[in-house]
């Protein structure tokens, strides 16, 4: 039998993002309309809700989306947020990732976030106690007003791409 936690594990797959995290976020922009990675939260996070049996990825997505996809296979989520958002069909997007810079799927598409919100604490998921070894992102595509302070209070903002062509100018 494994003695993997549940943060090395497919089983990453359904754990939820605690409440102390979304809620403040949702808040902060007037509630998500879009979850297409859903079913194990204890709590709606956004109006309408996508679970493995609508298969959220090929569903169509719209609006203020919250994406906090399966661990197991980020890639294709992260990228369809991104092509959702710059068609025009969501209007804004609030996604969770781990902290991996050296990930292809970062280069390519979690690092077109208008903002990445390093947070400062790692116990952010609801997992019977249990506390990630990693850290966790925030990329915030088409931010209010109201969200940046409350991202600050979370962690460490940055600005990926303001940064990159100030540098090439
Ligand atoms: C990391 S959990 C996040 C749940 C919730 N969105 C949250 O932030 O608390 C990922 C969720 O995606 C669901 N899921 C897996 N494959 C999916 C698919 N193809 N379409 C929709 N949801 C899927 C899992 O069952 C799980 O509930």
Not at 28 to 41: H, N, S, T
Not at 62 to 91: A, C, E, H, I, M
Request: net charge negative; aromatic share 12%.
């Amino acid at each position: 039998m494994s003695e993997n936690q549940w943060w090395q594990t497919e089983e990453n797959d359904s754990v939820a993002t605690s409440p102390e995290l979304w809620r403040p976020i949702a808040d902060a922009i007037g509630g998500f309309d879009l979850d297409p990675a859903a079913g194990c939260e204890p709590t709606p996070i956004a109006d309408e809700r996508y679970t493995e049996a609508d298969d959220g990825l090929t569903s169509r997505w719209f609006g203020k989306v919250w994406l906090n996809p399966p661990f197991s296979d980020k890639t294709p989520w992260y990228k369809r947020l991104v092509n959702q958002y710059n068609n025009g069909d969501v209007d804004r997007a609030v996604a969770l990732a781990t902290v991996d810079p050296s990930a292809a799927w970062f280069h390519d598409w979690f690092s077109t976030a208008d903002v990445i919100c390093f947070h400062q604490e790692r116990n952010l998921y609801l997992a019977n106690g249990s506390s990630p070894t990693f850290s966790t992102q925030i990329g915030v595509w088409n931010p209010t007003d109201d969200l940046i302070p409350v991202l600050e209070r979370m962690g460490t903002l940055v600005k990926p791409h303001t940064t990159i062509k100030q540098t090439k100018l």
